[in-house]
């Protein structure tokens, strides 16, 4: 409940725990940083508790978090362009089956709300709204993902309803350029073309993401889980496996393998720039497997998809070493008539600074150090 008075708007328990996930929802789409999102909707709530006479504290927050987000972002975009290595938003991990994974073993407060909001979110969505600007972001979340009228996301945005319906329009048609990139036999598909690849890919995810969002198609939300679902079981048995050739069969022809450590790693355990191509990033794999590194794979959602976490075993003391989140697509069949379901996108984050909010995490140094004893106990013998 929320009370308002001369001296500002009380909030109690029950009204923080509605409108925190609120302001949360708005605020990680804006931003795709826990960390920020998380700092935004404290900003919010404050500001709605100093405030007098608020009668509608859900569009309060909604607009003081959307306004705060945008000048976040506008200042992240900047920091963004001097990022080292890829950059792809903190993940939002879910458990699979109701049980969380160990990694989550003691989650964060808002842990079971985060994971809510990655049922409708995918790393692919995300990517592909960084490429608005920060007007756009908003009038196209606020109307097209959130449903407000374009009357309503002007008064949010602080600008007029033209406006508001320009920016949304503007970032729906940015979104239809990537639709036609991500377009079948769209772009090349020979090696070198790697920038290519990245946006079809990224606009392929959201192709599916946006309209499964929109039409609000259950059952065809449910075929494309499945699907992913079967690929990853396929992608752990190969990890298993090590050769190369098991990887292959899962992998589309244009693949694209994207790292995003932020230069926060030790050297040589994550890739420098996306690899694309089904052989090249089948070989990145099996030689990532052939390591042997200390690690185990758990089950989860991330960023509302079928995904794995990736952890340390004991002997190096266990926690979160990265995750792994994959995107599916339709190709035809080789060799055959039809189509088939294959991984048209791996992303990986391995950043120490974008998964603390998802609990205890690995000792990246102490793995390192293994990798290199181990490498030289193989070079030995």
């Known amino acids: 409940m929320t009370t308002p008075d001369a001296s500002g708007t009380h909030l109690d328990d029950a009204a923080l725990a509605r409108l925190r996930p609120l302001a949360f929802s708005v605020a990680y789409r804006m931003l795709g940083s826990v960390a920020e999102a998380e700092d935004v909707v404290q900003e919010a709530l404050t500001r709605l508790s100093q405030a007098d006479g608020v009668r509608n504290p859900d569009a309060f927050v909604t607009t003081v978090t959307t306004r705060i987000a945008i000048d976040v972002l506008r200042s992240a975009r900047v920091r963004r362009e001097s990022y080292v290595g890829e950059w792809l938003p903190e993940p939002l991990v879910g458990p699979v089956d ?3 994974p160990v990694a989550m073993a003691t989650p964060p407060p808002d842990a079971a709300g985060h994971a809510e909001l990655a049922d409708d979110l995918s790393t692919a969505f995300l990517v592909l709204l960084e490429t608005l600007t920060p007007t756009e972001r908003a009038a196209f979340l606020l109307h097209d993902v959130l449903g407000f009228p374009h009357s309503e996301a002007a008064d ?7 406006a508001a319906r320009q920016l949304a ?4 048609r940015r979104i239809a350029n990537r639709r036609e990139a991500a377009a079948p036999g769209a772009g090349s598909t020979e090696p070198g073309s790697g ?20 039409s609000g198609a259950p059952g065809a939300r449910r075929t494309t889980e499945t699907h992913a679902e079967q690929l990853v079981t396929r992608f752990l048995a190969a990890c298993e496996d090590g050769a190369v ?37 089948a070989r990145v794999l099996a030689g990532f497997m052939r390591r042997g590194a200390p690690l185990h794979f758990e089950r989860a959602l991330v960023g509302g ?36 379901t294959r991984l048209a996108a791996i992303r990986g984050v391995i950043n120490p600074e974008k998964l603390r909010h998802l609990g205890p995490l690995a000792d990246l140094t102490r793995l390192h150090e293994w990798l290199r004893t181990e490498g030289r106990r193989r070079t030995a013998r």
Do not use: K, Y
């Open 169 to 172: 329009s503007r970032a729906r």
């Open 98 to 100: 109701a049980h969380l």
């Open 195 to 214: 920038h290519d690849a990245v946006a079809r890919h990224g606009a392929g995810a959201q192709q599916a993401s946006g309209a499964q969002h929109a």
């Open 245 to 281: 050739d098991s990887f292959l069969e899962l992998l589309a022809q244009d693949v694209v393998l994207t790292g995003d450590s932020g230069g926060n790693v030790p050297p040589g355990m994550s890739i420098a720039r996306s690899v694309v191509g089904q052989v090249p990033v």
């Open 156 to 162: 949010v945005i602080g600008t007029s309803e033209v």
């Open 305 to 340: 998809q079928p995904g794995l976490l990736i952890v340390a075993d004991d002997v190096l003391g266990g926690g979160l070493v990265g995750t792994w989140s994959f995107e599916v697509a339709e190709e035809a069949a080789p060799g055959a008539p039809g189509t088939t």
